[in-house]
């Protein structure tokens, strides 16, 4: 966590060396934080994907006969089929939804 953080404070302030840079293959934006329920990006080359993650909110949500409210926010991916095709985004997306679900174990 100690080498993340100085990455981040490095990245932040403009001063990561050449060897900690390269061009994106896939880009993650958040705009939840300014309240934006659902993201769908443009995909700029060299990039092949972009996954944006809306703002957190209040979802009736059924499950095993049972209905109620849980936390949700909605994650969208543009994808270049050139690179994969949608059945390898739609793995890639259920695979963050695992992760998310025990955010302890990341």
Do not use: C
Not at 44 to 72: L, S
């Amino acid at each position: 966590m100690e080498q993340l953080r100085d990455l981040v404070s490095r990245a932040r302030a403009g001063r990561l060396q050449r060897a900690e840079m390269a061009d994106p293959t896939i880009t993650v934006t958040n705009l939840g934080d300014l309240g934006v329920e659902s993201v769908y990006g443009v995909i700029y080359p060299p990039q092949v994907a972009m996954v944006g993650f809306g703002r957190v909110m209040e979802q009736p949500w059924a499950e095993n006969g049972m209905i109620g409210v849980r936390h949700a926010a909605i994650a969208t991916l543009s994808a270049d089929h050139r690179v994969s095709d949608g059945m390898r985004g739609a793995r890639y997306l259920a695979r963050i939804e695992e992760l998310l679900q025990k955010p302890e174990e990341l």
